[in-house]
């Protein structure tokens, strides 16, 4: 038994492994595709001496084989060094890292506005039925359909411009100042998670309450509450984790529209003026994390799914 | 947001018994805007660049301009109309190709299986492994702003989406006895899968291009707002939201909140048609059709 989990383990853990190494294959090998000469474009506007085009193309391992450059990028890669930005100068890693608490705190803060809520307006709906779960199903549909910039400039009007409730653009200094200042983009960026979470989550608590064990518990006595606790929010919890896994991802890739949108020093933003100049290795580095993040949360997410449910099997045997 | 919900189809075809009203306004919005569209030259009341520093920032409802003017003075509905050509046919166009590939690539993983359709189904996890967007601005990197590259990208992005649709139906649909009699009969295997296969593959296929569309009008409107999309004089609802940034900083916010507003509304109508279709055939696959 413990040996089949453990094989089933290795080949989660093998194939995430694959993904990721061909996803990075794709990542490096995007600048192989830039029309023209790679180091020429990536240059942009700027005059180049011939020493610098030939360091440039050393550093990209222009100058030798595919295999070779991207054997060298990933090995580097592997040592925390994503080499060094055309635009600022410095290395790639040192500048996504000193982002990292702007955007990491957003994706949080943002997380745990769309779980809460959606979780809450999911259960509630799915108990009550009737009217509420009309109306939350109105707002789920509007709210999944509404892209965060819109999102975005609908709060900066309405909260920041037109009320003064919060700032309109910065970070802000200190830990409460920062989580004030967050509190707009991170609901921007929570509305369509809210919205894909509410309706997975009404989904799975609906079906849950139509089940027989939960009529059988009722008939036997137990209190709504604790009929609800035990049988109907402890097997819901599977579908709504994997699309919480799919979520990180997505708000990752989503800072980038927030972060811009308010004006936020982050990951996104960094992303967005590099792609907008070219500055590959900052693309290539930040496009190489969030692939990592994606299979990292989903392949967890897997794992974790026979210890959460029970009724999930490994390998054609439950646990 | 790429997301596949297996739940959302069982419930929707739970819910939905009869054509809902929601559905015929959603179809009927979409209309409206196509043909706005396409019909832009003659129901704009302006031209969509004409600039005038004296109108600048007009609310909605002013007369002449009934939807107000932007910081330059241009009219905002007309913008919306002309707008609306290419917020509509660049998410067809990704629709279209990521339709192409997704049957092809599915129809051909279910037929051929073995390690053919291993090899296909590993490579649909490494495309799902990058987000729509973050591919998007992949490739704007890689070949400079425009929406040519992004919509091929998007369209790739989006293939995973459609194709593991039709590799199921097609695998369910294949396993019947009337396939099965078809090649007993000596009809070859393309014909089949053509003649016979493809037609009962695009009910789904219909309704997951549907929320597809959906998704990359979002996309590509998102990086025309990030100003990696459109170029200028192009315009969509995207680059529209884009400039009106510092108008919203002045307290106008109207020039960028109004097609903001069209965007969602388009976006939740592709939706609720989606999921109408999609929840239909559910029905109609529950009954043993």
Not at chain 1, 258 to 263: D, L, N, S, Y
Request: net charge positive; proline share 5%; with cysteine.
């Amino acid at each position: 038994m413990a040996r089949m989990l453990a094989a089933w383990i290795g080949k989660r853990a093998l194939g995430a492994l694959l993904t990721v190494l061909a996803a990075s294959i794709l990542i490096y090998g995007s600048l192989r595709l830039v029309p023209g000469d790679p180091v020429l474009a990536v240059a942009g506007g700027r005059r180049l001496t011939p020493e610098q085009v030939e360091a440039l193309r050393h550093s990209y391992g222009l100058d030798r084989g595919f295999a070779q450059g991207y054997l060298a990028w990933i090995g580097d890669a592997l040592r925390l060094d994503l080499g060094t930005s055309l635009n600022y100068q410095t290395g790639v890693t040192s500048l996504i890292t000193g982002r990292l608490g702007v955007s990491g705190l957003l994706i949080l803060y943002s997380a745990t506005l769309a779980i809460v809520f959606g979780s809450a307006v999911a259960l509630v709906s799915a108990v009550k039925g009737g009217l509420v779960n009309r109306i939350a199903t109105i707002a789920v549909a509007v709210t999944t359909a509404t892209p965060s910039f819109v999102s975005a400039i609908g709060l900066l009007a309405l909260f920041s411009v037109g009320l003064g409730w919060f700032p309109a653009t910065g970070a802000g200094t200190g830990p409460a100042d920062r989580l004030w200042h967050l509190t707009l983009p991170a609901t921007a960026m929570a509305i369509v998670a809210f919205g894909v979470l509410a309706r997975v989550g009404n989904a799975a608590f609906a079906e849950e309450l139509g089940r027989e064990h939960v009529e059988a518990a009722r008939s036997r006595g137990a209190s709504g509450a604790a009929v609800i606790r035990r049988h109907v929010v402890r097997n819901a919890l599977a579908p709504m984790l994997t699309i919480v896994g799919l979520l990180f991802a997505s708000l990752f890739v989503g800072t980038a529209v927030v972060e811009t949108a308010f004006g936020l020093d982050g990951v996104g933003s960094l992303l967005v003026s590099s792609v907008s100049r070219r500055d590959f290795p900052v693309v290539q580095g930040i496009a190489l994390i969030a692939v990592l993040l994606f299979v990292v949360v989903n392949t967890l997410v897997d794992l974790a799914m026979p210890f959460i449910d029970p009724r999930v099997t490994v390998g054609g045997l439950s646990r | 947001m790429t997301l596949t919900i297996p739940a959302l189809r069982a419930r929707s075809a739970r819910r939905r018994r009869r054509r809902p009203l929601i559905v015929s306004l959603a179809v009927a919005f979409l209309v409206l805007i196509a043909v706005t569209g396409l019909l832009a030259p003659v129901l704009a009341p302006h031209s969509p660049d004409a600039t005038s520093l004296l109108n600048s920032l007009l609310p909605p409802g002013t007369e002449g301009y009934w939807l107000g003017t932007d910081s330059t003075g241009r009219d905002v509905l007309s913008r919306i109309m002309y707008g609306a050509r290419l917020s509509l046919l660049a998410p067809l166009g990704v629709v279209l190709l990521s339709g192409v590939l997704g049957i092809t690539i599915g129809l051909l993983a279910a037929r051929a299986g073995g390690w053919a359709d291993a090899v296909i189904s590993r490579g649909m996890d490494i495309v799902f492994a990058f987000p729509s967007l973050l591919l998007a601005m992949l490739v704007v990197a890689v070949f400079g702003p425009g929406l040519t590259a992004p919509i091929c990208a998007l369209a790739v992005s989006y293939t995973p989406f459609v194709g593991r649709v039709v590799r199921s139906v097609a695998l369910q649909e294949g396993a019947r006895p009337y396939m099965e009699s078809y090649r007993v009969m000596g009809f070859g295997e393309l014909w089949v899968t053509l003649r016979h296969l493809l037609p009962n593959v695009m009910p789904v296929l219909i309704a997951q291009s549907a929320l597809a569309f959906g998704y990359a009008l979002v996309d590509l409107a998102s990086l025309s707002y990030l100003g990696l999309g459109v170029r200028p004089p192009d315009a969509d609802w995207g680059s529209m939201i884009s400039q009106a940034r510092s108008a919203i900083l002045q307290g106008e916010p109207w020039s960028g909140l109004l097609p903001g507003l069209v965007v969602l509304l388009t976006v939740v109508s592709v939706n609720v048609l989606g999921e109408h279709l999609g929840g239909s055939i559910g029905r109609k696959q529950s009954e043993g059709v």
